[in-house]
């Protein structure tokens, strides 16, 4: 029988979260769906996994995140596509209205609200809450962008309606603050090269930013986004989010000062 629903997920080394992935799909049952797993090199118990499932595996090379996911939309067989990571999870609520949403044909392309998890526990504000991500469209409706940092769907025809789904999904985005930091020197890297592309060699602005854009982000999260209501765990992620920053600006004044024929140095000392 054909699928209603095809289940998209990339992975690399992901046997300790697939057993909570596929449990989590088995909420939309009655629905008729599959799930396509493309994978890149897994060392672990992934592809293992993946077939007791009896999802279609695919062994592919990894190409980024949104090349890659691209790809994978091409081997989906159901009228329905949606695209999950396999840290993310779905809810009773979020699954029943994907049903109701695949009984229909319009609009073509639905957000799903994420509820994020840091270090095990939700988080509700300070920005981080609700987080609307586009994820469920009929094949041709949408695609993944091509941009470095916090790629993303978008629709293939702007103007097209977009709905929103009732339900959380549920990612569990950094269990621990080893993976955290770990994401951050590379996102870092890939927003400062990104400020370097766009806005060129600017070392004074970048320097600028990296002392005065932390505070703003401090304040931001913890007052006005009202990350304080989240306690110690707000005043924690909003210190880390004023720390990542930092560092990209920071990453971005090396990169400009370095490229003018300086070195990693103030900008203001004069070059010997």
Request: hydrophobic fraction near 45%; include cysteine.
């Amino acid at each position: 029988m054909k699928p209603a629903l095809s289940v998209l997920v990339i992975t690399k080394n992901e046997a300790q979260r697939l057993p909570r992935f596929f449990e989590a799909l088995r909420l939309l049952e009655p629905l008729a769906y599959e799930v396509v797993l493309l994978d890149s090199a897994s060392a672990d118990g992934t592809l293992a996994l993946a077939r007791e499932a009896k999802a279609r595996v695919f062994q592919v090379a990894w190409q980024g995140y949104a090349a890659t996911k691209n790809a994978g939309f091409a081997r989906c067989r159901a009228p329905w596509v949606l695209s999950l990571d396999a840290d993310e999870f779905l809810s009773p609520e979020l699954a029943a209205s994907i049903r109701r949403a695949v009984s229909g044909r319009s609009p073509r392309a639905w957000r799903l609200c994420r509820l994020n998890h840091f270090l095990g526990h939700p988080v509700r504000h300070g920005g981080w809450y609700p987080d609307w991500h586009l994820r469920l469209f009929m094949p041709g409706a949408a695609r993944f962008n091509g941009r470095k940092v916090h790629e993303g769907m978008e629709l293939a025809s702007p103007g097209e309606p977009c709905g929103r789904l009732q339900g959380d999904l549920l990612h569990d985005s950094y269990p621990d603050l080893h993976g955290y930091f770990e994401r951050l020197n590379r996102y870092t890297t890939l927003q400062a090269e990104e400020l370097f592309e766009r806005r060129g060699a600017r070392p004074r602005l970048a320097l600028l930013r990296a002392c005065l854009d932390p505070w703003w982000v401090l304040v931001k999260m913890l007052i006005f986004k009202r990350g304080f209501l989240d306690g110690g765990l707000g005043l924690k992620l909003a210190a880390l989010s004023a720390s990542s920053t930092f560092w990209k600006y920071a990453k971005w004044w090396h990169r400009s000062w370095v490229a003018q024929g300086g070195k990693a140095g103030v900008p203001w000392v004069e070059k010997e």
